[in-house]
């Protein structure tokens, strides 16, 4: 069974401070997405890293995937109130009809 | 931009009863899938669909459990007798082929009460 493991699970931080959260596996997936979850609504897709050691910028957000495809972080540089959200990676095997594996997200507070 | 619709929003059912939970997947895609999310737990694999059939389902998706791609545009998932365990939201997703393959996009979902 693969897992994915996201920390922190909770962070409250201040406006305009910087932040990472983490994925990590001990296993090796082919792709990894990142998704941004609101309360009673669905995962919006905000990134897919395929290449081990890609890194991908989405205006304030940097993603980068690990060289060995088992580890993700996300980088937010001068959080602002409108980033607080649930935080989702989710795992991909190759093959687009497989399963992709969620951590349980990191609940991220940007306190104005 | 193309997204993925679910309907209904919220669902009310008695235990017992059968539920059907469609979706309208993204006009191109080729893949299609359920996953569901407990309240205050991660979002679940239930069931791929490909080519008009089951591709992979997890230990969830037992046999109370069915998909079917009735017509060129809807996805449909059955919950034949409802429990209680099965409240949860579902969502439904979609992916492309060729390089769009890892990037699922996912629905609003349906929000399913059993009683």
């Known amino acids: 069974t693969q897992l994915l493991e996201q920390s922190p699970q909770f962070l409250s931080i201040q406006e305009g401070e910087n932040l990472t959260v983490y994925c990590n596996s001990s296993?090796?997936?082919?792709?990894l997405q990142w998704y941004r979850q609101e309360p009673g609504e669905g995962p919006v897709l905000l990134v897919t890293?395929?290449?081990?050691?890609e890194v991908k910028k989405l205006k304030r957000l940097t993603f980068q995937f690990g060289d060995a495809r088992k580890d993700s972080s996300l980088h937010i540089t001068a959080a602002q109130p409108g980033d607080t959200g649930l935080y989702l990676c989710a795992g991909g095997n190759s093959g687009g009809y497989q399963k992709v594996t969620f951590g349980i997200g990191t609940k991220l507070q940007v306190i104005p | 931009e193309p997204e993925v619709t679910q309907t209904p929003s919220h669902q009310v059912t008695q235990m017992g009863q059968e539920v059907i939970l469609r979706c309208v997947p993204i006009?191109?895609?080729?893949?299609f899938y359920w996953y569901r999310q407990i309240l205050g737990q991660k979002v679940e694999f239930l069931v791929s669909?490909?080519?008009?059939?089951?591709?992979?389902k997890s230990e969830i998706f037992d046999d109370q459990f069915s998909v079917e791609r009735p017509d060129g545009s809807n996805f449909t998932l059955k919950i034949r007798s409802t429990k209680l365990e099965d409240s949860a939201m579902y969502f439904c997703?979609?992916?492309?082929?060729?390089?769009?393959?890892?990037?699922?996009?996912f629905g609003p979902g349906t929000r399913l009460l059993v009683l």
């Open positions: 890293v395929v290449t081990g050691g």
């Open positions: 997703a979609s992916s492309g082929w060729g390089s769009e393959q890892e990037t699922q996009y």
């Open positions: 006009s191109n895609h080729l893949y």
């Open positions: 669909f490909y080519n008009n059939e089951i591709s992979e």
């Open positions: 296993s090796v997936f082919s792709s």
